[in-house]
T-cell receptor, first 114, second 111 residues
Framework: DTGVSQDPRHKITKRGQNVTFRCDPI?????LYWYRQTLGQGPEFLTY????????KSRLLSDRFSAERPKGSFSTLEIQRTEQGDSAMYLC????????????FGQGTRLTVV | TQLLEQSPQFLSIQEGENLTVYCNSS?????LQWYRQEPGEGPVLLVT?????EVKKLKRLTFQFGDARKDSSLHITAAQTGDTGLYLC???????????FGSGTRLQVQP
């Protein structure tokens, strides 16, 4: 399977705990995006990388959130001191570098904070 | 922030009917993508439109990009139960490299 892979698919955590999600993009894709989606809404942009450089972060990305892509391949998204409002589907997508490149999404990680 | 508004928000139709979903913005996009998403899964790319006035067909689905590249429509002919899902439009900002999504149209096709 050469699509975008996310792990885990589901995560239940207690409020205040830290969680980390992983995304493996399509191998030849230089760009990697993180989005968050809550029930009944479209995905909201969080951040994106081109290779290992984090080029843009949304205002939605509070200081409890951090994303890395250390070698320009896989990426991790960490949420510290989780809150109930962090419960959502976290989506990763990747694309090639170029003008009107198409973004391909993984299956997402469903986070539930109890 | 460039906003995309989708209408209708929810649509329930009988199998065999036709339908059109709209995606509108006051801003110009360099390209626009349509996705379909099923519960618990990530969005799956259906099509990308780039040129103003462009029309693309994917079997029973017809996608159109407005002449001014501010709006788009998705028309489904003879809907099937397998078309059920959340349809999302997403625009690529001219000055950025990230997609802005609409809130989606949830389509339910009844047998």
């Amino acid at each position: 399977d050469t699509g975008v892979s996310q792990d885990p698919r589901h995560k239940i955590t207690k409020r205040g705990q830290n969680v980390t999600f992983r995304c493996d993009p399509i191998s030849e894709h230089n760009r990697l995006y993180w989005y968050r989606q809550t029930l009944g809404q479209g995905p909201e942009f969080l951040t994106y990388f081109q290779n290992e450089a984090q080029l843009e972060k949304s205002r939605l990305l509070s200081d409890r959130f951090s994303a890395e892509r250390p070698k320009g391949s896989f990426s991790t998204l960490e949420i510290q001191r989780t809150e109930q409002g962090d419960s959502a589907m976290y989506l990763c997508a990747s694309s090639e570098v170029g003008g009107n490149t198409e973004a391909f999404f993984g299956q997402g990680t469903r986070l539930t904070v109890v | 922030t460039q906003l995309l508004e989708q209408s209708p928000q929810f649509l329930s139709i009988q199998e065999g009917e036709n339908l059109t979903v709209y995606c509108n913005s006051s801003s110009v996009f360099s390209s626009l993508q349509w996705y379909r998403q099923e519960p618990g899964e990530g969005p799956v790319l259906l099509v990308t439109v780039v040129t103003g006035g462009e029309v693309k067909k994917l079997k029973r689905l017809t996608f159109q990009f407005g002449d001014a590249r501010k709006d788009s429509s998705l028309h489904i002919t003879a809907a099937q139960t397998g078309d059920t899902g959340l349809y999302l439009c997403a625009g690529m900002d001219t000055g950025r490299r990230a997609l802005t999504f609409g809130s989606g149209t949830r389509l339910q096709v009844q047998p």
